[in-house]
């Protein structure tokens, strides 16, 4: 039985400099929700509420969101903001979660390693905190549900353009059924010549305990990180993998335009706003057009 999760969030976010010297990417708003909060919504519509966060000494924010603040809850209710007061409410006790401290920023497979203590000897779930997945909670519901059926790891892919193949880690894969396939191989960030096919990790992975022996015995990498990816491939010696294919949208929010894509994806879905952003879009676009036809 999967009953965990944990949601490494302890890197610096460079891409994102200088906005992430004070602010975690994780807790950019799309429009009016942080991101971070998207994926614990996710976990918790799946069945999961044991939470543990990878963080950093710079990442208080986070603990800070899914924390009580009476201040604020004071304030609204005496201003009558009572929508707003319960939205409040119910992000502060969403969960019970554990917050594990990375102290230093060594990979995403240490930052892994590092939550073996709240873990313990039981499968878990590793959902990164910059992806965020339409109908995710049915992915993961789907992922548990095969982690389940076979008793061995799982991860999720989702088909990319070939050109892409060089910003993922990639699978080789045998299909054994529709959705689901056997990993063979995994290649981190390989040219379009070389990938094995365009099936790309999404973020999304349910691991057996073992992964953590395998994350031990992983050599540091560039930059003296350890890999997930590599800890998975040394996994494949001793265990099979399993491949859960994801046939949803994919919004990634590492970088800034994904991160802006996201935002105007989002934006379009509500009613509220959408109307007005595509009135100001289609000026702006205007302006601009007529600047570079300007002789």
Do not use: C
Not at 217 to 230: A, F, M, N, V
């Amino acid at each position: 039985m999967v009953r965990k999760a944990v949601l490494p969030v302890a890197g610096w976010g460079t891409r994102f400099l200088p906005a992430t010297k004070a602010m975690p990417k994780e807790m950019f708003p799309i429009i009016d929700k942080p991101v971070i909060q998207f994926i614990v919504e996710e976990l918790l519509e799946a069945g999961i509420e044991n939470i543990i966060f990878v963080t950093g000494r710079h990442k208080r924010p986070i603990e800070h969101h899914f924390d009580i603040n009476t201040d604020l809850e004071k304030h609204l209710e005496e201003a009558g903001k009572r929508e707003v007061l319960e939205n409040i409410r119910e992000i502060s006790h969403m969960i019970n979660p554990i917050y594990v401290r990375q102290k230093e920023q060594l990979g995403l497979g240490h930052a892994v390693l590092t939550a073996e203590p709240a873990v313990g000897g039981e499968p878990f779930l590793v959902s990164l905190g910059d992806i965020i997945l339409e109908k995710g909670s049915e992915i993961v519901r789907g992922m548990v549900d095969t982690f389940q059926r076979f008793g061995k790891s799982v991860i999720a892919l989702h088909e990319v353009e070939r050109e892409e193949v060089k910003k993922y880690g990639i699978a080789k894969v045998k299909e054994i059924e529709e959705g689901v396939y056997i990993v063979e191989d995994l290649v981190e960030k390989p040219s379009p010549e070389e990938a094995p096919s365009n099936l790309a990790i999404v973020g999304r992975y349910v691991f057996t305990p073992k992964i953590f022996e395998m994350l031990r015995d992983t050599k540091p990498g560039k930059g003296g990180e350890i890999q997930l990816t590599d800890a998975m491939r040394l996994l494949l010696k001793e265990e099979v993998i399993y491949a859960y294919k994801v046939e949803t949208r994919v919004y990634d929010t590492g970088n800034p335009v994904d991160y802006l894509k996201t935002v105007f994806e989002f934006a379009m879905k509500r009613e509220d706003i959408k109307e007005e952003l595509l009135a100001y879009l289609r000026n702006a676009i205007s302006k601009q057009t007529q600047l570079i036809d300007r002789p």
